[in-house]
């Protein structure tokens, strides 16, 4: 009985201290983006695998990203000379899943050619093992805004 009752204690406090775990403020997952953003910039790869997960998925105008392992190879590719986030937001209706949306403003190349612009960005954080790990991202170069005809 003794046994019984120190489990179900330890198994009540568990479960009280999962559900209040707080989902991260605005401020701590803006700085989770802007450690990958440095890290890719540095082409820091050890640093980036530890911000993003392993099967992450990326949506780009030009192609549909499907690993970390291609993150790692386009990290290669790009010569980043500066990055600033702005317009940052992120909203979370789950404990442990955190939506992020933000423009950034990048100067650099990719594949030697200009990749400098403002991008719309967003990424989708997800805890696992008390760790924030990003599952999406992606992000797409604003174009000019254009006049309706007429």
Not at 43 to 57: C, E, G, H, M, T
Not at 76 to 100: G, P, Q
Request: proline letters at 1%.
């Amino acid at each position: 009985m003794k046994n019984y009752l120190t489990c179900t204690i330890v198994a009540l406090v568990a479960t009280v201290a999962v559900s209040i775990a707080a989902t991260p403020d605005k401020a701590a997952m803006e700085a989770k983006e802007k450690s990958a953003w440095q890290a890719f910039k540095d082409k820091n790869s050890d640093a980036f695998k530890k911000l993003v997960d392993k099967d992450i998925r990326c949506v780009y105008a030009n192609r549909i990203s499907t690993s970390l392992q291609n993150e790692l190879a386009d990290m290669k590719n790009w010569d980043m000379k500066s990055f600033e986030i702005s317009d940052f937001e992120m909203f979370s209706d789950e404990k442990d899943v955190v939506v992020t949306t933000y423009k950034v403003k990048v100067e650099g190349t990719a594949d030697g050619k200009d990749a400098s612009g403002t991008y719309n960005a967003g990424s989708v954080w997800k805890q696992e093992n008390g760790q924030w790990l990003a599952i999406f991202h992606t992000n797409i170069k604003e174009e000019a805004a254009t006049t309706p005809a007429g």
